[in-house]
């Protein structure tokens, strides 16, 4: 199922970027592919790296999943860079905390007017409810976007219950 994720109102200036997102759910395996398209050249990409566990990917170009989990959630961070992070929440920004899991596999591919990441994540078993996705794009004048399937809030917020609204069997 391919989706187009929007950039919050409020944030930067998108400058003729579009984002897509295309996602698939096997038992606890979440398989996404982003597709930034248009100016990609203007976009500030990681430096490829080893694929180690990293916090505060979110400060720049970034991916994420959130999937819900009874009351809380997991988290996904996907850089470009290969590095990777994955957290469990017991309830809204509450009880947040690492989870154990094997490094996520990425591949990352660029070409004139298109840059695409494809990740296969294994889920908490929990993880089992509705999705959010959605991205964090800075571009090398220090814009940065913040891009998601819905925003029901006035201040970008990934973690928002109405946030994740995507339905997968």
């Known amino acids: 199922m391919r989706l187009a994720l929007i950039p919050h109102p409020s944030t930067a200036e998108v400058g003729g970027l579009t984002l897509e997102v295309e996602v698939r759910r096997a038992?606890?395996?979440?398989?996404?592919?982003?597709?930034?398209?248009?100016?990609?050249?203007?976009?500030?990409?990681?430096?490829?790296a080893a694929r180690v566990r990293t916090d505060g990917l979110w400060r720049t170009t970034c991916f994420e999943a959130f999937v819900g989990?009874?009351?809380?959630?997991?988290?996904?961070?996907?850089?470009?860079?290969?590095?990777?992070?994955?957290?469990?929440?017991?309830?809204?920004?509450?009880g947040m905390r690492a989870v154990e899991a094997p490094a996520p596999f990425t591949v990352v591919r660029q070409a004139p007017g298109r840059a695409v990441l494809t990740a296969d994540v294994k889920l908490p078993p929990e993880a089992t409810g509705p999705i959010g996705l959605c991205a964090v794009i800075e571009r090398w004048d220090g814009a940065i976007s913040y891009w998601a399937l819905a925003h029901p809030s006035d201040k970008p917020d990934f973690h928002h219950p109405e946030s994740f609204a995507l339905e997968l069997p």
């Open 27 to 48: 038992g606890r395996m979440l398989s996404l592919e982003y597709a930034v398209g248009g100016p990609v050249e203007t976009v500030r990409w990681p430096q490829r």
């Open 69 to 94: 989990a009874g009351a809380g959630y997991a988290e996904a961070n996907l850089s470009p860079s290969g590095a990777w992070a994955l957290y469990k929440f017991d309830g809204y920004r509450d």
